[in-house]
Nanobody, 121 residues
Framework: QVQLVESGGGSVQAGGSLRLSCAAS????????MAWYRQAPGKQRDLVAR???????NYADSVKGRFTISRDNAKNTVYLQMNSLRPEDTAVYYC???????????????WGQGTQVTVSS
């Protein structure tokens, strides 16, 4: 199995920046995709950004141009750099990892515990 540990959440004013980190451990050979999701109270958990094999990325329309996902393979860590934050970005952010072929998930999906991001106006 794979364990995911997020860090970097916190409170920031609108227009500010945060960088989230997610460190993967365990059977990391069984995953090639890492992603960030977020969930606000009363809403569904939505994809924010995904990176597959360190070269293919996908972003939600609401964060394009503001957020950047990246990987450090040596550290088995994925990052989410969040700039120009808005109050509507407030949510619990979850790290996700799985095995994908293109956009198709092939195996188990793993989740971190979540980290709170709060953006004040």
């Amino acid at each position: 199995q794979v364990q995911l540990v997020e860090s970097g959440g916190g409170s920031v004013q609108a227009g500010g920046s945060l960088r989230l980190s997610c460190a993967a451990s365990g059977s990391i050979s069984s995953i090639n995709s890492m992603a960030w999701y977020r969930q606000a109270p009363g809403k569904q958990r939505d994809l924010v950004a995904r990176i597959i094999n360190s070269d293919s990325t996908n972003y939600a329309d609401s964060v394009k141009g503001r957020f950047t996902i990246s990987r450090d393979n040596a550290k088995n860590t994925v990052y989410l750099q969040m700039n120009s934050l808005r109050p509507e970005d407030t949510a619990v952010y979850y790290c996700n990892a799985d095995l994908r072929l293109g956009s198709i998930r092939l195996g188990n999906s793993y989740w971190g515990q979540g980290t709170q991001v709060t953006v004040s106006s």
